[in-house]
């Protein structure tokens, strides 16, 4: 009955920024005290964690994309957000998000990110 919408993906050339969305809707309660996370995965690559807001307010981010990626969040609207600038072609993937709190974890459909002249 929970469903994360990934929403912003597209073709960007490198250098330029993108800012990727994520709202959960259905029987999903006290969204704040749920961990965030954003994920990437490339073809032909491993599945990687790129930025993490855990429940507490800490942000861990990949180190690739340290300085240049912010993960920020939005509790009353049940969104979390990746703001992605001076990007790079080996940040072509496609994003997930992820939302747990223990035992339940949701993830979004996936929005395609293309870095690219």
């Known amino acids: 009955q929970v469903q994360l919408v990934e929403s912003g993906g597209g073709l960007v050339q490198p250098g330029g920024s993108l800012k990727l969305s994520c709202t959960a809707s259905g029987s999903i309660f006290m969204f704040s005290r749920y961990a965030t996370t954003w994920y990437r995965q490339a073809p032909g690559k491993q599945r990687e964690l790129v930025a993490d807001?855990?429940?507490?307010?800490?942000?861990n981010y990949l180190d690739a994309v340290k300085g240049r990626f912010t993960i920020s969040r939005d509790n009353a609207a049940k969104a979390v957000y990746l703001q992605m600038s001076s990007l790079k072609p080996e940040d072509t993937a496609v994003y997930y998000c992820?939302?747990?709190?223990?035992?339940?974890?949701?993830w979004g459909q996936g929005t395609q990110v293309t870095v690219s002249s």
């Open positions: 807001f855990t429940s507490s307010g800490s942000t």
């Open positions: 992820n939302v747990r709190l223990y035992t339940d974890v949701y």
